[in-house]
């Protein structure tokens, strides 16, 4: 029998998905209808200390780029956090969880960089009986301006310092949400790890500029003439999200600490990709506010139904095995040579292969009087943009030229052994050049 | 060789084997995996999805387009079957343009709805093909229902009850399942032998038998049934025709649209099925658009559908008359049948126009036929029923008749359309009344 079930630093929850901290989140109405539709647990939308909360803009908040057929594929935000009181926040985050105490329930917080702030809000939320609490290092616009969110996030040393702070003066797990706005994922995740962080979570939003409103000559979304730079999440952020989680996956330093993913998961594939990267859970955000809470019974029994298929009874069975297969440039076995092989029976005689080589890569596909198109084997270097450039999926795929065939291309007979630039002459750095 | 449509009378092979057979080959081609991906693509997840709204077995619709977009077309089938059994010959033989994609908020938007029949064939079609029986039976309860007729709404009553753990017995007065799926639907809708396929399929639940050659009426009664067993479901459809006039005599010749299309359904070769030079159809219900379209399909030269009132009054869809049409089947509206004459072997039929109140105007035409077909409607036959509601059974919305323990539905009960999905329903709908009354009894 496939299980979805997820046990992440304890937290027991039916299945992955989890909602991440934002407007889905808000307050107890949206979070029990969530939690009636099924999603296995939620990221409270993030707390702020005890006083007058933020306010938001009351003009648009949100920016997207949408697909010829208006599908939202990427979404802009200004919002701050929660602009509501502090209490009347935690007292609903107690009510609904002595509801649904089968529930991951976690509650973000973003208070200012000091010890004083942070050990005062810790007793409170630990008085909830919420599950956890997540970090919120990555809001990149608004609180950042104030020395908040991915301000602390883009410094590992406050990082480590907050985190510690939080595992000092809470008894539940402490997970730290990374912001991607940074070059490189791992020292903020290894700053967290040092800290004592039980788990990191990523992405938050990315920085960004989503549309100019070209009448107005300004920034959209647009508020009475200007506008600010956003946060970017939605589908279109998804491949920067898992490039940063298969990055901690495979650190050395950060080897083992948990991961939850965020950044663009739309449906059960999605979470899949994730997981195999070594995320324990994931979030979305994006797609509930797309699609409205409903979404997740796709995500669910798709999971369940992939997972029966391939035969794997959990979660465990399949979680980081691509994580293990992240490897450096340099490790790549240049040896391994395939040319480009095109159906003739699939292929509806377009021409986009051959001018997308033609014009910009290497001349490798040569076009009949008729319009057939054929692969030069002695030019292809087998760098699959005809691939991705044709109108029709499966119509060219990539043949391996096995060990002790030709490569027409270089006229060399293709090695059976894995041989990588670490070791190859051209190298002057490689290691047989160094003999 | 002579052109065998120009041949006078009744006859078989009028077309090639190789014509026949494109002629009744799937209406709507399935759609391939590609065509469905774009399909769904259009779709937006509506928020209490009005497609859903119209179908009356309220398939969860945004859901399974979603999950054939995401590439599990099973996943898919499994929303849509969870709510109505026969999802895949429904796929096949609603008629959408009045159902769910009428109701598509597509139409609003470009005037084209996203294709959810041909999307729930796509999803049906890939679980049957390539995965087992998707339920489970519960443990058996000892309890024991007898359903009369194996059509859509016993069949589908049968498969709900086998899966709640009763044990079902169907009694069948014909040799085969299936009902008006493996008789009446056009040939061109389900091809394939797919209504036998289906029950096949269907009855894979187990806990299901079948008991061909036994009708009620002759030989099982009702009280017998109320006897032997804890619930009785009535699904024997409409048996009967009506007829033209209070005179059949005066109609001699005039053959039943169902019986040809029964006759044309079971043959294993088209080529061998008779039909008129000239055929001469009257109604305008789908039985009468498929018997028109069928008898053009097989080879008749002229095929002539009069209806009694307007175009507009059709019981068929216009997109069921758009596709007579372009088949070459020549409508006529507002024109009653008055008589019927034979010269030298053939039949002239003469008709009176009238109005849409049925006055006739005193203006008359007769037409030449080898074959008249009479599609005028279905009645309800059966001398051993509970109560009727007009010319039907009386039924509340869960399906009880005024007998106790006996329950009806689908064509043979009153209240909604007769159509096959909507006897899916009602076979459903009465099975979990069936369940909650046999759970406190
Ligand atoms: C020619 C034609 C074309 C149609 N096309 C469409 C279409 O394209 N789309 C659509 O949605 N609907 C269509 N319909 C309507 C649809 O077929 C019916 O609404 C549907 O089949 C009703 O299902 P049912 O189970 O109530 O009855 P039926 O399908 O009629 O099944 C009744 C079953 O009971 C059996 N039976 C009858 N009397 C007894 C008895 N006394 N004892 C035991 N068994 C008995 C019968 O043999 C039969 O198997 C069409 C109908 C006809 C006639
Ligand atoms: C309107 C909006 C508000 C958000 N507010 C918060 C927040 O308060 N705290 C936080 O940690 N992340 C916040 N996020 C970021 C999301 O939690 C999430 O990390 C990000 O949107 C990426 O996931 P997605 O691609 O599924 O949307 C917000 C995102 C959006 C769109
Ligand atoms: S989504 Fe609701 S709150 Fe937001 S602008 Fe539209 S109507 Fe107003
Ligand atoms: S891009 Fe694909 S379809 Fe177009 S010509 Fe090349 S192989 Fe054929
Ligand atoms: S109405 Fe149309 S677009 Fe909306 S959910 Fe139904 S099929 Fe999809």
Redesign the pocket.
């Known amino acids: 029998m496939t299980s979805l079930e997820t046990n992440f630093l304890g937290i027991k929850s039916p299945n992955p998905f989890w909602l991440a901290s934002a407007p889905p989140t808000d307050k107890e109405y949206n979070v029990r209808r969530a939690f009636e539709a099924g999603w296995g647990g939620v990221v409270w939308k993030t707390l702020g200390s005890e006083g007058p909360p933020v306010v938001n803009v009351n003009g648009p908040r949100y920016g997207a780029i949408w697909g010829a057929d208006r599908r939202l594929l990427g979404l802009n935000n200004i919002e701050l956090i929660t602009d509501r009181d502090l209490y009347v926040n935690l007292e609903e985050i107690k009510r609904v969880k002595a509801d649904y105490p089968d529930r991951a329930l976690i509650v973000s917080l973003m208070v200012p960089c000091d010890e004083a702030s942070w050990k005062a809000i810790l007793p409170l939320v630990e008085e909830t009986g919420a599950d956890g609490i997540e970090l919120n290092f990555g809001c990149p616009h608004g609180m950042a301006e104030r020395g908040m969110g991915s301000a602390v996030g883009q410094v590992p040393e406050y990082i480590e310092m907050v985190t510690r702070w939080c595992k000092e003066a809470y008894s539940k797990p402490v997970i730290v949400k990374l912001t991607p706005n940074i070059t490189d994922i791992r020292h903020p995740a290894r700053a967290a790890h040092a800290g004592g962080a039980d788990a990191v979570s990523l992405i938050n939003t990315i920085n960004s500029i989503v549309s100019v409103d070209l009448d107005n000559f300004a920034p959209m979304p647009t508020i009475d003439g200007v506008g600010s730079h956003g946060g970017y999440c939605g589908p279109a952020v998804k491949p920067i999200a898992m490039h940063m989680v298969a990055e901690i996956a495979r650190d050395a330093e950060t080897a083992g600490l948990p991961i939850s993913a965020i950044g663009g998961v739309t449906t059960w594939r999605d979470a899949a990709e994730f997981i195999a990267l070594g995320a324990g859970t994931v979030q979305v955000c994006t797609a509930a506010m797309t699609y409205g809470f409903k979404v997740v019974q796709e995500m669910i029994t798709g999971l369940s139904d992939w997972m029966e298929d391939q035969g794997y009874e959990t979660l465990a069975d399949f979680q980081g095995r691509a994580a293990v297969k992240v490897r450096d440039w340099k490790d790549l076995n240049l040896n391994f040579v395939t040319k480009a092989v095109i159906d003739q029976d699939q292929c509806i005689k377009c021409g986009r292969c051959y001018i997308a080589c033609e014009d910009t890569s290497h001349q490798a596909i040569d076009m009949s009087e008729d319009r057939i198109f054929t692969v030069k084997d002695d030019e292809c270097v087998a760098c699959n943009l005809c691939v991705n450039v044709c109108p029709v999926e499966g119509c060219i795929t990539m043949k391996r030229i096995e060990p002790g065939q030709i490569d027409e291309r270089t006229g060399q007979v293709v090695q059976a052994e894995h041989g990588d630039w670490t070791t190859h002459p051209n190298n002057p750095m490689s290691s047989q050049a160094a003999e | 060789m002579t052109d065998q449509r120009l041949k006078e009378g009744v006859a078989a092979g009028r077309l090639s084997r190789d014509t026949l057979q494109d002629n009744f080959c799937d209406l709507h081609p399935p759609l391939d995996p590609h065509q469905a991906q774009v399909a769904a693509d259009r779709c937006f997840f509506c928020h209490d999805a009005p497609c859903t709204t119209a179908c009356p077995t309220d398939i969860d619709i945004p859901l399974f387009i979603r999950q054939i977009s995401t590439g599990m077309p099973h996943a898919a089938a499994k929303t849509i079957l969870t709510q109505n059994i026969l999802g895949g010959m429904?796929a096949r033989?609603?008629?959408t343009e009045t159902l769910c994609e009428e109701a598509c908020v597509r139409n609003e938007s470009e005037g084209d709805p996203v294709q959810i029949g041909l999307l729930q064939r796509y999803a049906t079609d890939s679980m049957m093909a390539e995965r087992p029986h998707p339920f489970e039976r519960a443990a058996a309860t000892g309890k024991r229902v007898a359903v009369?007729?194996?059509?859509?709404?016993?069949?589908s009553c049968a498969h709900r009850l086998a899966m709640y753990g009763h044990d079902v017995v169907i009694?069948?007065?014909?040799n085969k399942?299936?009902?008006?799926?493996?008789?009446?639907?056009?040939t061109y809708?389900s091809v394939g032998g797919f209504a036998q396929r289906e029950v096949d399929w269907l009855l894979q639940i187990g806990g299901i038998s079948v008991e061909h050659g036994?009708?009620?009426?002759?030989g099982?009664s009702l009280d017998g049934l109320k006897q032997d067993f804890d619930a009785v479901f009535l699904?024997?459809?409409?048996?009967g025709v009506n007829a033209l006039s209070a005179d059949p005599s005066a109609w001699d010749g005039v053959t039943n649209?169902?019986d040809f299309?029964g006759e044309l359904r079971q043959s294993t070769d088209l080529s061998s099925v008779a039909i008129g030079r000239d055929v001469v159809v009257i109604g305008g219900g789908?039985?009468a658009i498929?018997?028109a379209v069928q008898a053009k399909l097989l080879g008749a030269l002229n095929v002539t559908l009069v209806y009694r009132r307007s175009k507009a009054r059709m019981a068929a869809s216009e997109f069921e008359q758009d596709l007579a049409a372009s088949k070459g089947v020549v409508l006529i509206t507002s024109a009653s049948p008055v008589s019927l004459s034979k010269e030298a072997g053939r039949m002239q039929i003469t008709f009176e126009y009238s109005d849409d109140d049925l006055q006739p105007t005193g203006e008359r035409f007769t037409l030449p036929a080898d074959q008249i077909f009479s599609?005028i409607g279905?009645t309800l036959?059966?001398n051993d029923l509970p109560a009727l509601d007009g010319r039907k059974i009386a039924v509340d919305a869960t399906g009880r008749t005024q007998t106790a323990g006996v329950w009806a539905?689908?064509?043979?009960?009153s209240g909604g359309?007769?159509?096959?999905?909507?006897?899916v329903a009602?076979?459903r709908d009465a099975a979990e009344d069936i369940h909650a009354q046999l759970a406190t009894s």
């Open positions: 429904c033989v609603c008629p009369v007729g194996a059509g859509p709404a016993g069949l009694f069948e007065g014909r399942s299936g009902g008006l799926n493996e008789f009446g639907i056009a809708k036994k009708r009620l009426g002759e099982l699904a024997i459809g409409l048996g649209a169902v299309i789908m039985t498929d018997a599609a279905q036959v059966s539905g689908g064509d043979c009960a359309d007769d159509l096959t999905v909507t006897a009602e076979g």
